[in-house]
C-alpha cells in the first residue's frame, strides 16, 4: 500500500447511493503494465504521472489493487439495447475505482474499463482486449481536442495475459476513463423498472446535486432536470453530427446523464456524407446509422421521461405524462437550434437569416452520391470564401451540383457585414483538418496490437491539435483510399 499512487478520493457515489451497486474489486492481473499514460489529463486530475507509471501504479489501473480510499464498486443499471429491454445489464466488465476533485473544482469519476469479472457480468469473461482500449482511449481524445464532451483516457494497461477474442488471442488490457460521472438513463431504468421510486427519486436528486446543483430548490426540480439532460443531449448529438461522428451504439445505458460521449465501440467517422452509414458489424438493420442519431436520443430520452413521471407529480400521473410529454416534443426543434448554428459557423455566417436552414440542407444533398469527403469540404469552403472555388468544387464529381448551390451561398454571404477574411478564419476555428479517419485508425491499432504503438503514438499526437496545418501531417487530412473497401468496426466484448 505505500509504494501505491496517492490520490484523493471522495467517494460520493458509494458515500451517497449505498444499494445501487456492488462493492467490488477487481482480478488481480498477472503482469500489469502501463502501455500509455495520458500526462495532460493526469495534471488536471492532480495526479502524479510518474507514480501512475509505476508496477505499483499499473497494479492499482488494473483494477487487482485497491488504493487508500478508494471504493470500488460495479454500478447497477438496466437500458434498452437495439429497442429491446434488459432490466439487469450493470458493470459486468468494469468498476467506478472512485472519484476525485480536479483542480477546476469539477468532481470526476475514475472508472475501470476490462477490470475482469463482477456480478453484473452476465456469462463473459469481464476482460478488455488492447484494440477496443486503444480506440476507446483515441476516440476520447480526438473529441476532446474537438471540443465534443466526452470521456477521456488516464490509462491503456496491459495485463499480461491474452484474452480470446474473434477465436483467437488478443493481448488484455484495461482502460482507466475519466468522466463527470457514469450515471446513464439506464441507471434510472434500473430502478423504475422495479417499482423503486424512492430510489428513482434518490437517484435523481443526487443527479442534480452532482449536475445541475442550481436546480436543487426548484419546486419543479425533476421536469427542470429532465429539460437539461434533453438540452445537453441535444447540444451533444449535433456537435456529433456536425463533425461526421457515428456512435454506433446508443442504447439507453451508453446515454450519460452528464452528456458526455461514452461507451465507444463501435464506432467511427463517415468519409462521404451518407445519413445510412453504419460501420457497426451488429448493426444489421442501420437502427444506429448516422443520419438516425437525432432521433435516437429522442427515443432514449422518452425513455428516461418515463422513469420520471411519479416524480413530476406523485398525486397526478396524467399530468406529469402531459409535461414530460410537452418537454420530450421539443426535442427536434432544440436540437435543429444546436445543429442550425452549427453549421452557420462551419459555413461562416454570423447572422442569423430565415434561408439558412434549407441552405444548410441543401449543401448536403448536393454531396449524396458525389463520395465528397465531408471533413475536407468545410475547409475548401474556408477557400472559397477567400476567393478560391476550386478546392470545393474539385472534391463533387458532378461539379454542376456544387455549381448550384455555391450560388445560393455567394447570394447570402453577401448578406453578411463582417470581412470574409475574418469569416474564413472564424470557418478554420470549427473545422477540423484532422479526423480519426478509420483507415489510419485501423493500421494505427493493428500496428500496436503487433507491438509497434509509433502509428498510434502519430495519430494522437495529430488530433491533438485538429483546427491546425501540421507539418508533414497530408496523409492524415486525405480520405480512405479506393482498395481501403468498407470499414466494420466491433463492439470488443
Given at each position: 500500500m505505500r509504494d501505491l499512487p496517492a490520490i484523493a478520493f471522495?467517494?460520493?457515489?458509494?458515500?451517497?447511493l449505498e444499494g445501487f451497486y456492488v462493492p467490488w474489486t477487481g482480478t488481480k492481473a498477472p503482469a500489469p503494465k502501463v502501455l500509455r499514460l495520458n500526462t495532460a489529463l493526469a495534471a488536471e486530475l492532480g495526479l502524479?504521472?510518474?507514480?501512475?507509471?509505476?508496477?505499483?501504479?499499473?497494479?492499482?489501473?488494473?483494477?487487482?489493487?485497491?488504493?487508500?480510499?478508494a471504493a470500488p464498486l460495479a454500478m447497477a443499471y438496466a437500458g434498452h439495447q437495439f429497442g429491446g429491454f434488459s432490466p439487469q445489464l450493470g458493470d459486468g466488465r468494469a468498476l467506478?475505482?472512485?472519484?476525485?476533485?480536479?483542480?477546476?473544482?469539477?468532481?470526476?469519476?475514475?472508472?475501470?474499463?476490462?477490470?475482469?469479472?463482477?456480478?453484473?457480468?452476465?456469462?463473459?469473461?469481464?476482460?478488455?482486449?488492447?484494440g477496443p482500449v486503444l480506440r476507446e482511449y483515441l476516440f476520447g481524445e480526438a473529441m476532446h481536442a474537438l471540443g465534443i464532451p466526452s470521456t477521456r483516457a488516464l490509462a491503456a494497461t496491459l495485463t499480461g495475459e491474452p484474452v480470446i477474442r474473434q477465436k483467437r488471442p488478443e493481448p488484455g488490457a484495461v482502460l482507466a476513463r475519466v468522466a463527470a460521472s457514469h450515471l446513464r438513463v439506464g441507471t434510472f431504468q434500473f430502478f423504475a423498472a422495479r417499482g423503486e421510486v424512492d430510489k428513482v427519486r434518490k437517484l435523481a436528486d443526487y443527479a442534480i446535486h452532482r449536475h445541475f446543483p442550481e436546480i436543487a430548490d426548484r419546486s419543479d426540480r425533476y421536469l427542470e432536470l429532465f429539460r437539461r439532460v434533453r438540452d445537453t443531449q441535444a447540444a451533444l448529438i449535433a456537435q456529433w453530427v456536425l463533425v461526421g461522428f457515428v456512435h454506433g451504439v446508443m442504447n439507453t445505458d451508453n446515454t450519460a446523464i452528464s452528456g458526455e460521449t461514452i461507451d465507444y465501440?463501435?464506432?467511427?467517422?463517415?468519409?462521404?456524407?451518407?445519413?445510412?452509414?453504419?460501420?457497426?458489424?451488429?448493426?444489421?438493420?442501420?437502427?444506429?446509422?448516422?443520419?438516425?442519431?437525432?432521433?435516437?436520443?429522442?427515443?432514449?430520452?422518452?425513455?428516461?421521461?418515463?422513469?420520471?413521471?411519479?416524480?413530476?407529480?406523485?398525486?397526478?400521473?396524467?399530468?406529469?405524462?402531459?409535461?414530460?410529454?410537452?418537454?420530450?416534443?421539443?426535442?427536434?426543434?432544440?436540437?435543429?437550434?444546436f445543429w442550425l448554428q452549427g453549421m452557420r459557423t462551419k459555413l461562416g455566417l454570423f447572422k442569423k437569416m430565415p434561408g439558412d436552414l434549407d441552405l444548410a440542407n441543401d449543401l448536403l444533398t448536393?454531396?449524396?452520391?458525389?463520395?465528397?469527403?465531408?471533413?475536407?469540404l468545410f475547409r475548401a469552403l474556408a477557400a472559397l470564401v477567400r476567393g478560391d472555388v476550386t478546392p470545393a468544387r474539385a472534391l463533387f464529381?458532378?461539379?454542376?451540383?456544387?455549381?448550384g448551390w455555391a450560388g445560393h451561398y455567394s447570394r447570402r454571404m453577401a448578406g453578411e457585414d463582417i470581412r470574409a477574411t475574418e469569416r474564413a478564419k472564424a470557418m478554420d476555428r470549427v473545422n477540423p483538418i484532422y479526423i480519426p479517419r478509420n483507415h489510419l485508425v485501423d493500421?494505427?491499432?493493428?500496428?500496436?496490437?503487433?507491438?509497434?504503438?509509433?502509428?498510434?503514438?502519430?495519430?494522437?499526437?495529430?488530433?491533438?491539435?485538429?483546427?491546425?496545418?501540421?507539418?508533414?501531417?497530408?496523409?492524415?487530412?486525405?480520405?480512405?483510399?479506393?482498395?481501403?473497401?468498407?470499414?466494420?468496426t466491433f463492439c470488443g466484448t
Open positions: 471522495d467517494n460520493s457515489y458509494a458515500r451517497d502524479d504521472a510518474s507514480a501512475l507509471a509505476t508496477d505499483a501504479g499499473a497494479a492499482m489501473l488494473s483494477g487487482g489493487v485497491t488504493p487508500e480510499g467506478l475505482l472512485g472519484e476525485v476533485i480536479d483542480r477546476m473544482g469539477q468532481r470526476r469519476d475514475i472508472h475501470l474499463k476490462g477490470s475482469g469479472r463482477t456480478p453484473f457480468s452476465r456469462g463473459g469473461d469481464g476482460k478488455a482486449v488492447l465501440g463501435p464506432c467511427a467517422f463517415i468519409d462521404a456524407y451518407d445519413p445510412k452509414a453504419v460501420f457497426s458489424s451488429i448493426d444489421e438493420l442501420g437502427r444506429y446509422a448516422f443520419g438516425n442519431q437525432p432521433p435516437i436520443m429522442h427515443w432514449n430520452l422518452t425513455r428516461l421521461a418515463e422513469t420520471l413521471v411519479e416524480l413530476v407529480n406523485p398525486d397526478d400521473s396524467d399530468d406529469a405524462v402531459r409535461q414530460l410529454t410537452n418537454e420530450i416534443n421539443a426535442f427536434p426543434a432544440h436540437y435543429q437550434q448536393a454531396t449524396e452520391g458525389q463520395s465528397v469527403d465531408y471533413t475536407g464529381a458532378d461539379p454542376v451540383r456544387f455549381d493500421a494505427a491499432l493493428k500496428a500496436a496490437e503487433a507491438g509497434d504503438m509509433g502509428p498510434f503514438d502519430r495519430l494522437i499526437e495529430v488530433l491533438s491539435a485538429p483546427f491546425t496545418p501540421q507539418e508533414a501531417a497530408e496523409a492524415f487530412a486525405a480520405p480512405a483510399p479506393a482498395d481501403f473497401g468498407k470499414f466494420v
